[in-house]
């Protein structure tokens, strides 16, 4: 999944690569780690101009994943990177991606954290 990422979305992934090196070290592989280091680099991006189609995109793109992936995969993609996702992203910031993000990984993060971000 890492590598499928980073050939559908290299912007995305190199700076993932970049923040994941800074607080976890470049020997660490432990997937879940690096999506929820992708999460992080996502909520950065939240309410950027021009990030809205990007995110919209990569949410499709964990949402196939999960739908087809194993259940590793769907462990990773729900404790590493939707349990991560709008952590500290104000609410005013986090309105409009909420709406994009699709329903199975809504219900994800409904299930962590009780509530939406907003």
């Known amino acids: 999944m ?5 050939v559908s979305f290299p912007e995305a992934g190199q700076a993932t690569d970049q923040r994941h090196a800074e ?14 280091s ?15 189609p990007e995110l919209a995109a990569i949410f499709k793109f964990f949402e196939e994943k999960y739908k087809s992936g194993s259940q ?3 462990k990773t993609i729900d404790a590493g990177f939707v349990e991560n996702l709008f952590w500290e992203v104000p609410p005013s910031r986090a309105e409009p991606v909420w709406a994009s993000l699709p329903r ?3 219900h994800l993060y409904l299930g962590f954290h009780g509530r939406p971000p907003i």
């Open 2 to 6: 890492y590598e499928d990422f980073c």
């Open 23 to 36: 607080f976890f070290g470049v020997e660490d592989d432990t997937p879940i780690l690096w999506f929820e």
């Open 38 to 52: 992708l999460a992080i680099v996502l909520n950065a991006q939240m309410g950027a101009q021009g990030k809205g």
């Open 72 to 74: 590793e995969i769907r």
């Open 104 to 106: 199975v990984l809504q």
